[in-house]
């Protein structure tokens, strides 16, 4: 990210989009503007720190963080456009490109980069790792490993709000590539068939990992939602004013109707899949180029609050500074910390075996 | 004390559980206005309401992973799975999310599901419908298998399960449903995880689960009368938890050991058992563990011949005789 962003921005808004006037938007103060602006730096941040960490080496030669990290680079405004529409009984799910919702949730972020490190203080004990954050307490799910396998349990998330009796929805959140899954189809049928408050968010990025959407799927990846009688719309998720509106109307008829809806918010992730992707084969560095200079939406909203007067480049520069000490101390913090030990290896297994005292089966859980 | 069937102990433990406690709901294919595929859930539709009792749609995947995300917010769905055998279509959901949650959220979630259903062969319904799960399933630490033989025990063990926090699978056998069994009137709970000597014996153990056992006892009767041999049965009841200790007792009473499983051979329950056997109760062996399971193939479909491939009390007293011989 450009400290200076309306000198590489191309199409800078001259005014405020009408997005911007929407209700959901024109209602929000300064203050509240400039924290959607705040998240999506701070996952930015997280996110550059995150990976300098896994290419990095620490202390002792070894690597910080193992297996994959799938950033979230680019595709910052819809993390944080739907999740601060979040209310008491609004729940999220999603896969594996987890960071920002995490963040957007309002997890701290030492404890997601002391997850990334493997190490106790993590938020999932080091034991989830980059695609399992976890935060119940938040109303945040996860965090799914499986393209397309966190759906049903979205749908899931909406039939207990609706069982329960509360006014509430959940947003289950996919990358493109999962549309092409069987369970997300199933998951779409019972919605519509059992009328549960489920918001299904495609969040479009172009690629199922190395596979671009033309080669991968066939028709509009929303409108599949039509063969189900379920509302559909697509937007631009580079926008987070545009973001909210959109997913605001269909919270709100999630919540006040109990009816799902499919939202596909078109983005672009600047890093590959994963970082363990070479990320040369199958799209060019001008595209990519092209999108940051474009579409970033750090800097699309930037350049909306600086001309609504909500921000200035001073500030603007404050909130960046803050989000690299922010990054820069989780870091530290999770290098300080400890690594599980072997000893933990079979906690949080079992309920029953993390609560001997109310253990109520025999018999040996574990065979060792 | 009054005789019911399995199907009809199963149905009153969804009765009582769905009564008890508000969170239970049951779901599954044709469990409610079909009146069971099976007939288990007979009746629970029109006491509890759909609310409570509600048919899904033929989508294992979906519909297991709805349940998981319920149970995740509190509730306690029971899910009925037509077939065990269908286990395959929703692996993903429940062997990757069920089993695995709790893990990768250091214990922050929970799911208390119950997923329950027959499975077993013998019915000549062929491979695609006559699958055994318990040992792929209870490969899988973050889940409880069980698999009751009688009425009394299928009662007990699915009330504890129900009330169980964590996911729990609950295997049933179709050529059971009918077979009658003295259940008591008032209320009780079988623990998870505890075996049950169904018959005491000082000869032979033979280590059983499922409808298997129903069959050894008629062996053991026989080999009593017609062979003066005393064989005792060990009932697992749960594969996981596993109660080792009631079999390594009777193994130390009668130093023979015969495992008797509707299950292929290779990875299955008895090859674990057999391990734990040797590697904890070595010197109290009299002779080599023997292992009886199903004829190592897929499920045939002709029916004299899909009853030659299962364990059935011929066979079962072929291998006791050669255990003593």
Redesign the interface.
């Known amino acids: 990210m450009s400290k200076k962003p309306s000198a590489t921005i191309d199409q800078k808004p001259a005014a405020p989009v009408p997005y911007g006037q929407a209700p959901v938007n024109a209602s929000l103060t300064a203050e509240q503007k400039i924290e959607l602006y705040r998240q999506m730096v701070r996952i930015r941040r997280f996110e550059e720190r995150s990976h300098r960490a896994y290419t990095g080496k620490n202390a002792a030669g070894g690597a910080n963080i193992g297996g994959f990290l799938h950033l979230y680079n680019g595709q910052e405004a819809i993390a944080v456009g739907c999740c601060s529409l979040m209310g008491k009984h609004d729940h999220v799910i999603t896969a594996y490109r987890d960071h920002g919702h995490a963040i957007a949730v309002g997890m701290d972020t030492k404890a997601l980069m002391a997850e990334l490190y493997g190490k106790i203080t993590g938020c999932s004990k080091g034991k989830g790792g980059s695609m399992h954050f976890f935060s119940p307490e938040r109303n945040y799910w996860g965090g799914h490993g499986i393209v397309g396998g966190q759906i049903p349990l979205g749908v899931g998330l909406a039939y207990g709000v609706k069982y329960k009796g509360h006014k509430g929805s959940a947003m289950a959140f996919m990358g493109d590539g999962a549309v092409n899954q069987g369970a997300v189809h199933e998951a779409y049928n019972l919605a519509a068939l059992w009328n549960l408050p489920c918001v299904f968010v495609i969040e479009n990025n172009g690629y199922s990992m190395g596979t671009s959407q033309a080669r991968s799927s066939a028709g509009e990846l929303a409108k599949r939602a039509e063969g189900y009688g379920i509302a559909w719309a697509a937007c631009d998720g580079h926008d987070v004013y545009e973001v909210r509106a959109t997913m605001d109307k269909y919270l709100t008829i999630a919540r006040e109707e109990c009816k799902p809806a499919v939202v596909e918010i078109e983005t672009y992730r600047y890093r590959g899949h994963s970082v363990a992707d070479p990320d040369n084969t199958y799209r060019t560095k001008a595209e990519i180029e092209d999108y940051r200079r474009t579409k970033d939406p750090i800097q699309v909203f930037q350049a909306i609050l600086l001309a609504e007067g909500v921000l200035t480049e001073a500030s603007a520069e404050k909130i960046d500074e803050a989000a690299v000490a922010e990054a820069e101390a989780a870091a530290e913090f999770a290098d300080a910390s400890p690594y599980p030990t072997a000893e933990d290896i079979q906690k949080d297994v079992y309920w029953e075996s993390d609560n001997p005292d109310q253990r109520t089966s025999q018999g040996r859980l574990f065979f060792n | 004390m009054p005789q019911i069937t399995y199907r009809e102990a199963v149905r009153h433990a969804l009765a009582e559980e769905l009564t008890r406690d508000p969170n239970v709901?049951v779901m599954g294919e044709e469990v409610g206005q079909f009146q069971g595929a099976y007939k288990v859930t007979q009746g629970l539709l029109e006491k509890f309401g759909p609310?409570r009792v509600?048919d899904?749609?033929i989508?294992e995947?979906?519909?297991?992973?709805?349940?998981?995300?319920?149970?995740?917010?509190?509730?306690r769905p029971v899910m009925e799975l037509m077939f065990w055998s269908f286990y395959s279509v929703a692996f993903?959901?429940i062997l990757?999310?069920a089993a695995n949650?709790?893990?990768?959220?250091?214990?922050?979630?929970?799911c208390p599901i119950v997923i329950r259903g027959p499975a077993n062969g013998g019915t000549n319904v062929g491979a695609t419908h006559s699958h055994t799960p318990e040992n792929i399933l209870a490969a899988h630490?973050?889940v409880?298998v069980i698999v009751p033989s009688t009425a009394y025990d299928a009662k007990g063990l699915l009330k504890?399960a129900i009330?169980?926090?964590?996911p729990v699978f609950f295997l049933e056998n179709t050529l059971l449903y009918g077979e009658k069994g003295e259940v008591p009137e008032e209320e009780y709970?079988i623990?998870?995880?505890?075996?049950d000597v169904k018959r005491e014996g000082k000869d032979l153990t033979i280590v059983t689960y499922g409808r298997p056992v129903i069959q050894s006892l008629a062996v053991a009767e026989l080999l009593a009368k017609e062979h003066d041999i005393s064989v005792e049965i060990v009932d697992l009841r749960?594969i996981?938890?596993?109660?080792?200790?009631t079999v390594l007792a009777s193994v130390r009473k009668t130093h023979r050991v015969l495992i008797v499983e509707e299950q292929k051979p290779f990875c299955g329950v008895g090859a674990?058992l057999t391990y734990?056997i040797q590697a904890e109760a070595f010197d109290e062996l009299d002779a080599p563990i023997s292992r009886l399971c199903t004829i190592d193939a897929p499920a045939i479909y002709s029916p004299p011949v899909e009853a030659e491939q299962l364990p059935n009390p011929q066979r079962i007293l072929k291998a006791a005789l050669a255990l003593l011989d």
């Open positions: 709901v609310l509600a899904t749609p989508s995947a979906g519909f297991i992973g709805m349940g998981i995300g319920a149970s995740m917010l509190g509730v993903d959901q990757n999310n949650v709790r893990y990768m959220s250091g214990g922050q979630i929970n630490p973050g409880k504890s009330r169980d926090n964590d709970l623990p998870l995880g505890q075996a749960t996981r938890p596993l109660d080792i200790d674990q734990m």
